[in-house]
C-alpha cells in the first residue's frame, strides 16, 4: 500500500498526466532476502498500481548496502535519459534537509570524523550519527535515526556526486514503520508484517493488507506454484553452500574486514537453520540486514569485489502505454543499451554480458524456492521479456 500511496501523491502534486518510471529491485531485495514474488509478477503488480515503466535495479546493486543500493536507483534513473525529478518515500518528508544531510556526509571531515567513531567499536549507524552531529543541526542529525530517511540521503548523495540536474521530492512515509513485524488494521503495513503473517499462515490478513493489484498477482502466482517465496523453501541448500565454504571464501564477502566473517563462519558449522545461524552470528555492531546479504552473497555466488561500478544496461520488466512511449524516447535518449529482448546482451561488451549471466544464475537459484518445484524450470530469465499492459 506504501508505494500505491507515493505514486498517488506523486500524480497529486506533479499532475495526472505525469509519467512514472519506476527502479525496482528484480529476485532478491536489499534486506538480503528472497522477493516474496518473482520480478516480473511484481513489476506487472507495479503497473496496475499507477508506474508507467517499471526498470530492474540489478542485483549487484539490489541487494547492496544502503549506500550502493540507493547509487544503483539513481544510475538507473538517470541512465534512462527520460527522468527529470527523483522521488522517494521518507519519515521526514523533507527533501532540503535531505540533501543538507548528504552535502555534510560528503564532506572530508565527516570522514575524518567517522573514522574516530568506528573506532569506539559501535555500531555503523551510531557511529555515523555522532559523526555527523557536528556538522549539521540536531535536527537534521536525528533524522539518520530512521530507515528511510537514510535511503534518501543516499538518493541525495548520489545525485551530488554525479552533479545531477534533477529535482528531488519525498513523500511522508504513512503507516507501520519500515521493516516492522505488525502494523494496526488502520495503517499500511510494512511488507515485513505481510511476510510475516504469510509465515503464519495467516493468508487471508496477509492478502487483506496488500494493493489490489498486488493481491491479485500474488493470488495467480500462488495458483501457479511460485508464492509466496521464502529463503527458508530451499535452507538446507544455503546451509550446505556456507558449510562447503571455507574460512577464506567468507573473508571475500566481508567488506568491512572487521571479522563479521569469522563469525558467520563459526556459526556456519553448526548452525541448523538460517535464523539459528544468524542469531549466533549478531552482535551489537552488526545489523541483521548485513548478515543476511552476506549469506545471500554466499548462497548466489556473489563477491563484493567483482561488483560493477556502473549500470551496463537498462532492462524493463513492465510498461503500459505510456511506458511504450517512453521506451520509444529511451532508444534516442538512454546512455547505456535498452534489453527488451534477452537475446540482445549477446551483442554487448564482456561486462554487460557477464552481469546477465549473474543475474541468469541468480533467477535460477530463486525458481528452486518456489512452493511447486515442478514450476521452476531453469533458464527463465533468458526467455521473459517486459510485460506489457
Same mark, same amino acid.
Given at each position: =500500500?506504501?508505494?500505491?500511496?507515493?505514486?498517488?501523491?506523486?500524480? !497529486?502534486?506533479?499532475?495526472?498526466?505525469?509519467? &512514472? &518510471?519506476?527502479? =525496482?529491485?528484480?529476485?532478491?531485495? @536489499?534486506?538480503?532476502?528472497?522477493?516474496?514474488?518473482?520480478?516480473?509478477?511484481?513489476?506487472?503488480?507495479?503497473?496496475?498500481?499507477?508506474?508507467?515503466?517499471?526498470?530492474?535495479?540489478?542485483?549487484?546493486?539490489?541487494?547492496?548496502?544502503?549506500?550502493?543500493?540507493?547509487?544503483?536507483?539513481?544510475?538507473?534513473?538517470?541512465?534512462?535519459?527520460?527522468?527529470?525529478?527523483?522521488?522517494f518515500?521518507?519519515?521526514?518528508?523533507?527533501?532540503?534537509?535531505?540533501?543538507?544531510?548528504?552535502a555534510?556526509?560528503?564532506?572530508?571531515?565527516?570522514?575524518?570524523?567517522?573514522?574516530?567513531?568506528?573506532?569506539?567499536?559501535?555500531s555503523?549507524a551510531? $557511529?555515523? @550519527?555522532?559523526?555527523?552531529s557536528?556538522?549539521?543541526?540536531p535536527?537534521d542529525?536525528?533524522?539518520?535515526?530512521?530507515?528511510?530517511?537514510?535511503?534518501?540521503?543516499? #538518493?541525495?548523495?548520489?545525485?551530488?556526486?554525479?552533479?545531477?540536474?534533477?529535482?528531488v521530492?519525498?513523500?511522508?512515509?504513512?503507516?507501520?514503520?519500515?521493516?516492522?513485524?505488525?502494523?494496526? *488494521?488502520?495503517q499500511n503495513?510494512?511488507?515485513?508484517?505481510?511476510?510475516?503473517?504469510?509465515?503464519?499462515?495467516?493468508?487471508?490478513?496477509?492478502?487483506?493488507?496488500?494493493?489490489p493489484? %498486488?493481491?491479485e498477482? +500474488?493470488?495467480?502466482?500462488?495458483?501457479?506454484?511460485?508464492?509466496?517465496?521464502?529463503?527458508?523453501?530451499?535452507?538446507?541448500?544455503?546451509?550446505?553452500?556456507?558449510?562447503? =565454504?571455507? $574460512?577464506?571464501?567468507?573473508?571475500?564477502?566481508? @567488506?568491512? !574486514?572487521?571479522?563479521?566473517?569469522?563469525?558467520? #563462519?563459526?556459526?556456519s558449522?553448526?548452525?541448523v537453520?538460517?535464523?539459528?545461524?544468524?542469531?549466533a552470528?549478531?552482535?551489537?555492531? +552488526?545489523? +541483521?540486514? !548485513?548478515l543476511?546479504? %552476506? &549469506?545471500?552473497?554466499? #548462497?548466489?555466488?556473489?563477491?563484493?569485489?567483482?561488483?560493477?561500478?556502473?549500470?551496463?544496461?537498462?532492462?524493463p520488466?513492465?510498461?503500459?502505454? $505510456?511506458?511504450?512511449?517512453?521506451?520509444?524516447? %529511451?532508444?534516442?535518449?538512454?546512455?547505456? *543499451?535498452?534489453?527488451?529482448? *534477452? $537475446?540482445? &546482451?549477446?551483442?554487448?561488451?564482456?561486462?554487460?554480458?557477464?552481469?546477465?549471466?549473474?543475474?541468469?544464475?541468480?533467477?535460477?537459484? +530463486?525458481?528452486l524456492?518456489?512452493?511447486?518445484?515442478?514450476?521452476?524450470?531453469?533458464?527463465?530469465?533468458?526467455?521473459?521479456? *517486459?510485460?506489457m499492459?
Open positions: =500500500m506504501g508505494h500505491v500511496h507515493l505514486l498517488e501523491e506523486t500524480r !497529486r502534486l506533479l499532475g495526472e498526466d505525469t509519467a &512514472v &518510471v519506476c527502479a =525496482m529491485s528484480g529476485d532478491f531485495v @536489499q534486506r538480503g532476502d528472497f522477493a516474496l514474488v518473482r520480478r516480473q509478477a511484481r513489476a506487472a503488480a507495479a503497473v496496475q498500481s499507477g508506474a508507467d515503466l517499471v526498470l530492474e535495479l540489478p542485483l549487484p546493486w539490489a541487494a547492496a548496502p544502503a549506500e550502493r543500493f540507493a547509487h544503483g536507483g539513481v544510475q538507473t534513473l538517470l541512465a534512462a535519459g527520460v527522468v527529470d525529478t527523483l522521488i518515500g521518507s519519515e521526514c518528508g523533507d527533501a532540503a534537509a535531505l540533501r543538507r544531510l548528504a555534510a556526509l560528503l564532506e572530508e571531515d565527516f570522514s575524518l570524523r567517522l573514522r574516530r567513531e568506528l573506532e569506539r567499536g559501535d555503523f551510531a $557511529a555515523r @550519527q555522532r559523526a555527523v557536528g556538522l549539521v543541526c535536527a542529525a536525528v533524522l539518520l535515526e530512521q530507515p528511510n530517511n537514510i535511503l534518501g540521503v543516499e #538518493y541525495c548523495k548520489s545525485l551530488l556526486r554525479q552533479n545531477a540536474g534533477v529535482e521530492l519525498t513523500i511522508p512515509r504513512v503507516g507501520a514503520a519500515h521493516d516492522a513485524e505488525a502494523a494496526p *488494521p488502520d503495513a510494512s511488507a515485513s508484517a505481510i511476510r510475516t503473517l504469510l509465515r503464519q499462515e495467516r493468508r487471508e490478513e496477509a492478502l487483506g493488507r496488500m494493493a493489484a %498486488m493481491r498477482v +500474488y493470488m495467480a502466482e500462488t495458483a501457479a506454484g511460485r508464492a509466496p517465496v521464502f529463503l527458508e523453501n530451499c535452507e538446507r541448500a544455503v546451509l550446505a553452500r556456507l558449510r562447503w =565454504m571455507e $574460512a577464506a571464501d567468507f573473508a571475500a564477502l566481508d @567488506q568491512g !574486514r572487521e571479522g563479521l566473517h569469522r563469525r558467520l #563462519y563459526d556459526a558449522r553448526a548452525a537453520s538460517v535464523a539459528e545461524l544468524l542469531k552470528a549478531k552482535t551489537k555492531r +552488526y545489523a +541483521y540486514a !548485513r543476511r546479504r %552476506m &549469506v545471500l552473497w554466499a #548462497y548466489l555466488g556473489l563477491l563484493p569485489r567483482e561488483f560493477p561500478e556502473e549500470i551496463l544496461y537498462l532492462r520488466l513492465a510498461a503500459n502505454s $505510456a511506458g511504450r512511449e517512453l521506451l520509444a524516447r %529511451m532508444r534516442r535518449t538512454a546512455s547505456v *543499451p535498452v534489453l527488451t529482448k *534477452p $537475446a540482445a &546482451v549477446r551483442r554487448l561488451g564482456k561486462g554487460a554480458r557477464d552481469l546477465f549471466a549473474l543475474e541468469a544464475r541468480a533467477a535460477d537459484l +530463486y525458481a524456492a518456489y512452493p511447486d518445484l515442478s514450476a521452476a524450470a531453469g533458464g527463465a530469465l533468458w526467455r521473459e521479456g *517486459p510485460v499492459l
